[in-house]
């Protein structure tokens, strides 16, 4: 019932049942294509094959190239991978050694420590090529409490 | 339809043919059925319409929602969420980018650790691949056999992680029965070196507290093998950055902060000396630029030590209490109470007071620290010597709504925006509020009964430092983005008192600290102000203990420095002349050698000739 409200019987009710009694006029031609000789047929193929072959070939070739290609890629990256875990940890190292911590103890052991003594000295700038302003000194002495 | 049709049909699908027989139900039906049917076609129709558009509105309220949270707003969404959701989406391989102090040493850069695997149940010889790999795990080979024939069925046994040299010479071996997969870890080459400040990565690689919990998102790369930098040391030079080999890093998401590694260890060394000679159970320390509160450091202690963050005797250690810990300031907030009614021109450096024994305001009596009235003081006296009584007065001369006015410009109840996770607003109660009584006023105006965090009482003071203008304190200097660099600007919030009124005040400042005994600096003006505060408890306040701190900045004139020091509940003395101002002091000594600033004449001298002029850029 569903389908019968879908399509409606008046699209089924106009079709006309298949007439037998018509006998269509055949006529029967000439073939238009003419068969080549043996010989062309088979330049013919052989022409397809090897144009079969030469683009079988360069896809073969391409083929293999790109996967070349994409194995060197994956060698690179996975090389260009290690090499910046290289350097990261190189990096690290040379952070660690230069950190506060640990140049501290060696500066104190090569003789190094707090300045007892600091003194400020003024440089006046170059004037011109040749003459050089009088050298003005400001001294000061700081005592480490 | 025909006769004897029910009313029932909608539409003819259940049409019943009049043949058929009608239930025995429905055949009672009244007469007129038919035109019953007919009636009932048209309000079906209408509300199977009315069904039809509910469904309709619906779906295209459901579709509105749908774009608006993953299209309109699914950025601030995702950003709110703060990263807390998806956790198995984080994958463990990802790289971080780095973080370098203002000269460009590195505070955490990523390292690699390589955590080798093995597969015994597909190899050919246990014993031979167990006498290759044993010496470059460390171990014994007949162990690490025994163990492979152990676990002879198991196709993953993880045998711990190696450093680069053994994990590369694994990978080397290319056996697919052993493997050493590279993860990142991160690496924090100072160690504890602003620890609070930086925080710390998980083994889940998200970034804890500090730094890393802050620009979580932004320091963790996409993809485990980022393109290589495009940035180069022109560009950071550029920008006003250090050349350094650490920047930028390959992931090339990194940041440069304002903090000086040199000062931030001088800081560290000298609280943990305070804590050591004063007994206090903790301590923090920030230093900051006045013009644009840049922090050149936050220490805090006790600390942890990030690459061992799980070696803590409490999480409390975690907690960087320069933003996060809340206390009462005590007497450093009366800089607050003074500049107001000097903004307001309530009072001038000379006017007197009578500052008696006891001041009643409120049902609340207010007693100076020693219990003493001083007599007629200048408003320069009281300052110097810390006087609550006179202090009260001159609040009360203000009037509650220009002294709350105050407090709020100077930022106190509310977040100061730093860059660091978990910072706390602070607790200021208003009048008007359920919670406020007009002893509030005259209470607040010494520092008690308010609660602040050191880094807003810090910026606090470097507003007057900096002529009255209030900036957003910032930690980081730059952010380096692929191919980008933003460079970090100071941000002025707003004008919280007048030029002039913070020259007056800077005076009253250091007179303030000529008084202390063994804390001016000779040839140095310091402007400084201290403060003892007792600790609130539910039922009152501590007897026993105080938090103590200092706060001030230097050179007085032109100031380079701002400081605060606090130490919590100190042994050996409970007022802050005794405890924090001499760690302001060695603060102060180590920042003048650091950055070898002349005393005060001869940079005087300098600057008037145009030829010296003392400068942060490293």
Redesign the interface.
């Known amino acids: 019932m569903f389908i019968a409200r879908l399509f409606p019987a008046a699209i089924f009710r106009h079709r006309r049942p298949l007439r037998t009694d018509v006998v269509l006029p055949f006529v029967p031609r000439t073939n238009p294509i003419r068969p080549h000789p043996v010989w062309q047929q088979a330049v013919l193929s052989i022409g397809l094959l090897i144009l079969l072959t030469v683009s079988l070939c360069v896809y073969v070739y391409q083929a293999a190239q790109i996967n070349v290609t994409g194995q060197e890629i994956v060698g690179l990256r996975a090389e260009y991978g290690r090499l910046q875990r290289e350097n990261s940890n190189l990096l690290a190292i040379y952070a660690a050694e230069q950190s506060l911590a640990r140049m501290e103890p060696r500066a104190s052991a090569a003789g190094f420590g707090p300045a007892t003594e600091v003194r400020y000295v003024t440089v006046f700038p170059t004037e011109g090529v040749g003459t050089v302003a009088p050298p003005a000194v400001t001294f000061h002495t700081k005592q480490q409490p | 339809m025909n006769g004897g049709g029910v009313g029932r049909s909608t539409g ?2 259940y049409r019943l043919r009049a043949a058929e027989p009608l239930p025995a139900a429905e055949a009672t039906l009244p007469a007129g059925g038919e035109a019953w049917s007919a009636r009932s076609e048209a309000p079906k129709a209408i509300r199977l319409q009315m069904v039809l558009a509910g469904l309709m509105i619906f779906g295209l309220v459901l579709a509105v929602q749908l774009v608006r949270y993953q299209v309109v707003a699914a950025r601030r969404l995702a950003a709110g969420a703060g990263g807390r959701v998806g956790n198995a989406a984080i994958r463990v391989d990802l ?1 971080r980018g780095t973080i370098v102090d203002r000269r460009g ?2 505070l955490a ?4 650790a390589y955590r080798v695997t093995a597969s015994p149940r597909d190899m050919v010889d246990r014993q031979a691949a167990a006498l290759h790999l044993a010496p470059l795990l460390g171990l014994d080979a007949g162990t690490l056999a025994q163990q492979f024939a152990a676990h002879a069925d198991s196709p993953y046994l993880p045998l711990g992680f190696v450093g ?1 040299a053994a994990g ?1 010479a694994i ?1 080397a071996m290319r056996q697919y029965t052993i493997t050493a997969e ?1 993860l ?1 870890r991160r ?1 924090y ?5 602003a620890a609070h400040v930086l925080g710390f990565v998980a083994a889940d690689r998200r970034g804890y507290y500090g730094l890393e919990g802050y620009y979580d998102t932004f320091l963790r790369a996409n993809t ?2 980022p393109v290589p930098p495009t940035l180069t040391e022109t560009d950071l030079a550029a920008a006003g950055l250090p050349q350094t ?2 920047l930028p890093s ?1 992931v090339q998401q990194d940041l440069v902060l304002n903090l000086d ?2 000062v931030q ?1 001088r800081v560290e060394k000298a609280l943990r000396q305070a804590i050591a000679t004063t007994q206090a159970e903790s301590g923090t320390v920030i230093v900051l630029t006045p013009h644009g509160s840049a922090i050149l450091a936050m220490a805090s202690w006790p600390d942890f030590d990030p690459n061992r963050y799980t070696d803590i005797p409490s999480p409390d250690a975690y907690v960087n209490q320069a933003i996060s810990i809340i206390y009462e300031p005590g007497s450093v907030f009366k800089l607050i109470t003074y500049a107001a009614a000097l903004d307001k021109g309530v009072i001038t450096p000379d006017t007197r007071f009578q500052d008696t024994r006891v001041f009643v305001y409120g049902e609340k009596e207010i007693y100076n620290w020693d219990r003493e009235g001083h007599g007629t003081v200048t408003a320069t006296y009281a300052l110097a010597e810390s006087l609550n009584v006179t202090t009260a007065q001159i609040a009360v001369a203000l009037g509650r709504t220009e002294f709350y006015k105050a407090v709020q410009r100077f930022g106190f109840g509310q977040l100061t925006g730093v860059e660091l996770a978990n910072e706390a607003s602070g607790l200021v109660k208003y009048p008007g509020r359920s919670a406020w009584y007009p002893a509030d006023l005259v209470t607040n105006s010494f520092g008690q009964g308010i609660s602040v965090t050191p880094l807003q009482m810090v910026n606090a003071v470097a507003a007057i430092a900096s002529e009255g203008v209030l900036y957003r304190p910032h930690i980081v200097r730059a952010l380096i983005q692929q191919d980008r660099i933003t460079t970090i600007e100071p941000q002025p919030l707003n004008r919280v008192i007048t030029p002039a009124t913070a020259r007056t005040l800077t005076a009253m400042m250091v007179q303030t600290v000529e008084r202390i005994p063994d804390l001016p600096i000779p ?1 140095y003006a310091i402007a400084g102000k201290s403060g003892t505060a007792e600790i609130p408890l539910p039922s009152g306040y501590l007897d026993e203990y105080t938090i103590t701190s200092f706060a001030g900045f230097f050179p007085a004139d032109a100031p380079l420095f701002v400081i605060l020091v606090k130490l919590d509940r100190p042994k050996t003395s409970k007022w802050a002349t005794y405890t924090a101002a001499p760690l302001f ?2 603060v102060v ?1 180590d920042l ?2 650091l950055y ?1 600033i ?2 005060d004449r ?1 940079r005087q ?2 600057q008037a ?1 145009g ?2 002029r003392p400068s942060l850029t490293p």
């Not at chain 2, 850069?109 to 690699?112: G, I, P, R, V």
């Not at chain 2, 080459?189 to 070196?193: A, I, K, V």
């Open positions: 003819g699908f790289p040493h590195p850069l990523e390292t690699y680069p590369e990978r590279p990142p690496y080459p100072e160690g504890r070196l485990p093998y080999p650490f390959y590694r040199h260890y040839g002091r060695q000594l003048i050698e070898a002349p005393p001869v001298q300098l000739g030829h010296v």
